[in-house]
């Protein structure tokens, strides 16, 4: 099992910045892939960006030269720096963690933009 808790959302003007944080815990190993997924009301969860152990990086279009992932491998944490924050990335901001097809989910953190 693996346990992932969240940090870092707010409420933040448009134009502003935010930092997320997610810490994993329990059975951490080998290679893996840790992301932020996002869900907006009556929208699905969409991908916002991932990263794997070995850190390549992938982004949604929508947040790319805004939004920027790291990890720290020896703390088991993933970052997501987010700046020039628009209202529509209003949402619930999830990680995951995924190895071997094997995924977890932390609790949501919320973020709103206001204009």
């Known amino acids: 099992q693996v346990q992932l808790v969240e940090s870092g959302g707010g409420l933040v003007q448009a134009g502003g910045s935010l930092r997320l944080s997610c810490a994993a815990s329990g059975n951490i190993f080998g290679f893996n892939t840790m992301g932020w997924y996002r869900q907006a009301p009556g929208k699905q969860r969409e991908l916002v960006a991932t990263i794997t152990s070995s850190f390549s990086t992938v982004y949604a279009d929508s947040v790319k030269g805004r939004f920027t992932i790291s990890r720290d491998n020896a703390k088991n944490t993933v970052y997501l720096q987010m700046s020039s924050l628009k209202p529509e990335d209003t949402a619930v901001y999830y990680c995951?963690?995924?190895?071997?097809?094997?995924?977890?989910w932390g609790q949501g953190t919320q973020v709103t933009v206001s204009s």
């Open positions: 995951n963690y995924l190895r071997n097809r094997a995924d977890y």
